[in-house]
């Protein structure tokens, strides 16, 4: 029976899946990130800890690399054709044969659709906006930080969070509801004790407390807080453009094109208010009916799909 490899590579975590060839899912595994723009020795760390990655799931399954028919590997960071010659390269020095990388963002498309063409919007860490259409053009938008004008992932919405309660407590422009949740989760008694809460919130996000921050956003905008509403609107408005500039790119159905909304900012925050108000614009925008989807299972298991696709 062939097997199956699929890598799903982020930022901070890295999961890995075997497949059979009726696409069901026999191990999963997770390891650290394996984005080469997060790493100090970039792509030689990044293909040694993925090289790590198969060889211990494979261990852990009592499978060989002969045993695989095939390896498919959605890796952040993969944006530009160097980045991907770089990473095939090193990767083929450890032994690689039988593979192919995407960027993540289009795994997603694969994983959440029923018809493998559709728009996936990933809010996480970072923020990308990946498509493949159904003539099987793909396209990939942000991912660029300040360069593309990303907002909405979990780094922008933290800063801003902190930026509200600086601007209520600290300048007194406008107050929040953000201001009590945070005082009271942090045991903030003086405006010192803000600017010390700094320290728990890393550039990358990714902390306790920028997750506490986050949660707080959502919470603040489901009570109807303005300042956090206004936000809101930003954050949909932006997902809207991405989603319509797609539609406008590439061959999509006039009605029902598929959206799969992935990312922690998507799938495990209380971030309905949000969600509602990017489905209202991004109709709106692009004139058409759209069909979106929740991603209700790892994004990994995309690259199954995908490989049976190639393959055939």
């Known amino acids: 029976m ?31 990130g394996t984005n080469h723009e997060n790493l100090e020795s970039a792509f030689d760390e990044a293909a040694a800890r993925l090289w790590a990655g198969i060889q211990e799931l494979l261990h852990e399954t009592g499978r060989s690399l002969d045993e695989i028919d095939f390896i498919l590997m959605g890796l952040a960071g993969v944006d530009h054709p160097f980045q991907y010659d770089a990473i095939m390269e090193r990767l083929r020095t450890h032994g690689l044969e039988r593979f192919e990388i995407f960027n993540d963002g289009f795994i997603v498309v694969k994983a959440g659709s029923r018809t493998g063409a ?28 300040d360069f593309s004008g990303d907002i909405g992932n979990g780094q922008w919405i933290a800063a801003q969070a902190f930026r509200l309660i600086y601007d ?77 500039a797609h539609l406008r790119a590439l061959d999509f159905p006039e009605e029902g094109a598929e959206v799969v909304l992935s990312g922690s900012i998507h799938t495990k925050l ?40 190639i393959l055939q």
């Open 168 to 244: 209520d407590w600290i300048l007194g422009i406008e107050p929040t509801e953000l201001t009590a949740m945070a005082k009271k989760a942090f045991s903030l008694n003086a405006q010192g004790d803000l600017l010390a809460l700094l320290q728990g919130i890393p550039e990358e996000g990714g902390s306790e407390t920028a997750r506490a921050l986050i949660r707080m956003f959502f919470e603040a905008a489901n009570q109807g807080d303005p300042p956090v509403l206004q936000l809101i609107d930003q954050m949909a408005m932006r997902g809207a453009q991405l989603i319509a």
């Open 270 to 309: 209380p971030s309905g208010v949000y969600v509602a108000l990017l489905k209202q614009k991004a109709e709106a925008l692009s004139g058409r009916r759209l069909e979106f989807h929740l991603l209700a299972q790892p994004p990994v298991t995309g690259c199954i799909k995908w490989i049976l696709q």
């Open 2 to 32: 062939p097997y199956y490899i699929g890598v799903d590579g982020g930022g901070t975590k890295t999961a890995y899946a075997l497949f059979n060839e009726e696409e069901e899912l026999l191990a999963l595994r997770e390891g650290p």
């Open 118 to 145: 559709a728009i996936g919007l990933n809010l996480g860490t970072g923020t990308c906006c990946n498509a493949i259409d159904r003539g099987g053009r793909r396209m990939q938008l942000a991912g660029l930080g």
